[in-house]
């Protein structure tokens, strides 16, 4: 991904909080600084993401929405606790090269089951056309596809692998758009956008200090915007909804 002169670092004051740039067969190895960052950056929404889907859970009236509220609880939770430990590991116990490898395939398989839960509640919730509704099984069938992808690729087609993100990320989002009832649609839009510019930060290492760190709270707006959605208009009772729309 293309990333401006402006934004490189390197030569700045800025260059002690960040290591070099890698080739791209090489895995970036952040400084202790980047380290610690990466750490609490996704730390930090363990418990809220905990409380989240806890509260869907309990807002349930039917099997299908205690379902949906635990598919994407699991993923949402599974997100950043995958995260803070890979990151954790690889900063304080990065001599367990093949724990640490581990992990690192893991953190990026979790990416496409996170994406998959989170289009769950829409998919499962809100009508769906004939065609549409097959997008229920398919969101799952594509994360699949990408975890193998990972098992057999990982870190060898880095550019392959964000487009495989992007795909997954806007293709059930399609069917979403289609829906005939179109409430959440400016919030899942939203929540999109900070995903699309936190990629520019992802394939940022070595030139912007903490890049990835900034990446995962992208991530954290994104995601709490998108549980906002969920929360809103597929979870809060009628009533409610009137209120808060006051």
């Given at each position: 991904?293309f990333?401006p002169?402006?934004l ?6 800025y260059?002690r ?7 791209p067969?090489k ?8 380290h610690a960052?990466n750490c609490a950056?996704h730390a930090?929404?363990i418990?809220?993401?905990i409380l989240?889907?806890?509260n ?10 205690t379902?949906s ?6 993923g949402?939770?599974?997100?950043f ?10 900063w304080?116990k990065?001599h367990l ?6 992990l690192?395939m893991?953190d990026?398989?979790?990416i496409?089951?996170?994406?998959a839960?989170?289009y ?6 809100r009508?769906l ?7 229920r099984w398919l ?19 880095k ?10 990320g ?5 069917v ?13 839009m ?5 995903y699309?510019?936190g990629?520019?930060?992802f ?7 903490f890049?990835?760190?900034i ?5 954290a707006?994104?995601?709490g915007t ?7 208009y597929?979870?809060?009772p009628?009533?409610?909804q009137t209120?808060?729309?006051?």
């Amino acid at each position: 991904m293309f990333t401006p002169r402006l934004l490189d670092f390197q030569k700045t004051k800025y260059a002690r909080f960040m290591n070099h740039r890698v080739p791209p067969h090489k895995r970036y190895q952040p400084t202790e600084y980047e380290h610690a960052a990466n750490c609490a950056t996704h730390a930090f929404w363990i418990l809220p993401s905990i409380l989240g889907g806890s509260n869907l859970y309990f807002l349930s009236d039917d099997d299908w929405e205690t379902i949906s509220a635990w598919i994407y609880s699991l993923g949402l939770c599974g997100l950043f606790v995958v995260s803070t430990v890979f990151h954790t590991i690889s900063w304080k116990k990065s001599h367990l090269r093949m724990v640490e490898h581990c992990l690192h395939m893991v953190d990026r398989m979790v990416i496409y089951f996170f994406i998959a839960a989170s289009y769950a509640p829409w998919l499962n919730l809100r009508e769906l056309g004939p065609w549409a509704s097959h997008m229920r099984w398919l969101v799952w069938i594509m994360a699949s596809v990408g975890t193998v992808y990972v098992f057999f690729f990982h870190e060898r087609y880095k550019l392959v692998e964000l487009l495989c993100y992007v795909v997954m990320g806007f293709f059930p989002a399609l069917v979403v758009l289609s829906m005939p009832n179109t409430e959440g649609i400016w919030e899942l839009m939203t929540g999109g956008i900070f995903y699309c510019l936190g990629m520019v930060f992802f394939k940022s290492d070595g030139r912007i200090p903490f890049a990835h760190a900034i990446w995962h709270l992208f991530v954290a707006f994104g995601a709490g915007t998108h549980y906002y959605a969920i929360w809103r208009y597929l979870y809060l009772p009628s009533t409610l909804q009137t209120k808060v729309s006051k």
